[in-house]
T-cell receptor, first 112, second 111 residues
Framework: KAGVTQTPRYLIKTRGQQVTLSCSPISGHRSVSWYQQTPGQGLQFLFEYFSETQRNKGNFPGRFSGRQFSNSRSEMNVSTLELGDSALYLC???????????FGSGTRLTVV | QKEVEQNSGPLSVPEGAIASLNCTYSDRGSQSFFWYRQYSGKSPELIMFIYSNGDKEDGRFTAQLNKASQYVSLLIRDSQPSDSATYLCAVKGPGGFKTIFGAGTRLFVKA
C-alpha cells in the first residue's frame, strides 16, 4: 500500500516567485492536511481538506492557498515567495477526520 | 497561551527506564488526542491515539487522558536508545478538524 506521496522533494525558488506543491494521499483517504515545519515554530497548521472542501485554515497570509481534487490529491500554492517561507512543507492524510495522520516525506522549500 | 503545550526538554532517561512525556491543551471541546514520534530528518509518525478518559496501552507505550485537567501523557516503558526522538502531542478540536501540534519534547535514551 503506497504511502503519502509529496512532490517535489526539494525546491529552490527566488523571492517573488510562486510555487505549487503536490500531495497524493493514501488510497481511500479523504482528508488531507498541510503543515509548515520550521525549527523555530514547529508544525504550523496551514489547511485541511475533506472531499474537495476546505474545512479549516490556519493563520497564514492569503499568499498561501490550496485545493483538493476529486481523486483526493491536493496541491498547495504559495505566491510572491518571501525568505521566511523557507521551510519543510508536510502533507498528511487520514481515512476519516477523527483519525490520526500519515505524513508524507515533505517538500523542502528554500527561498533565496 | 499556546493551544497545545509540551515541555521542550530535552528529557534524558537511562536505557530500561520509564520515560514520561506530558502535554496540556487549551480547548475543552477537543475530541481526539495523538502522539507522534519524529526522528531527526524524518516525518512525524503516529504512535498512539486516545479518545476517552483513562489509559490506553499498546506494547511499551501507554497514553493517558484526563479531559477535566486538559492533560495528555505518554509513558514509554523499558526505554531503548531507538526511542530517542522528538515526541509531538497533537489535539483535534471540535468536529474533528484542525489538528494542532505541540512544539515537541526531545527524548534521549542513554545506553
Amino acid at each position: 500500500k503506497a504511502g503519502v506521496t509529496q512532490t517535489p522533494r526539494y525546491l529552490i525558488k527566488t523571492r517573488g516567485q510562486q510555487v505549487t506543491l503536490s500531495c497524493s494521499p493514501i488510497s481511500g483517504h479523504r482528508s488531507v492536511s498541510w503543515y509548515q515545519q520550521t525549527p523555530g515554530q514547529g508544525l504550523q497548521f496551514l489547511f485541511e481538506y475533506f472531499s474537495e472542501t476546505q474545512r479549516n485554515k490556519g493563520n497564514f497570509p492569503g499568499r498561501f492557498s490550496g485545493r483538493q481534487f476529486s481523486n483526493s490529491r491536493s496541491e498547495m500554492n504559495v505566491s510572491t515567495l518571501e525568505l521566511g517561507d523557507s521551510a519543510l512543507y508536510l502533507c498528511a492524510s487520514s481515512l476519516e477526520v477523527r483519525d490520526g495522520y500519515t505524513f508524507g516525506s515533505g517538500t523542502r522549500l528554500t527561498v533565496v | 497561551q499556546k493551544e497545545v503545550e509540551q515541555n521542550s526538554g530535552p528529557l534524558s532517561v537511562p536505557e530500561g527506564a520509564i520515560a514520561s512525556l506530558n502535554c496540556t491543551y487549551s480547548d475543552r471541546g477537543s475530541q481526539s488526542f495523538f502522539w507522534y514520534r519524529q526522528y531527526s530528518g524524518k516525518s512525524p509518525e503516529l504512535i498512539m491515539f486516545i479518545y476517552s478518559n483513562g489509559d490506553k496501552e499498546d506494547g511499551r507505550f501507554t497514553a493517558q487522558l484526563n479531559k477535566a485537567s486538559q492533560y495528555v501523557s505518554l509513558l514509554i516503558r523499558d526505554s531503548q536508545p531507538s526511542d530517542s526522538a522528538t515526541y509531538l502531542c497533537a489535539v483535534k478540536g471540535p468536529g474533528g478538524f484542525k489538528t494542532i501540534f505541540g512544539a515537541g519534547t526531545r527524548l534521549f535514551v542513554k545506553a
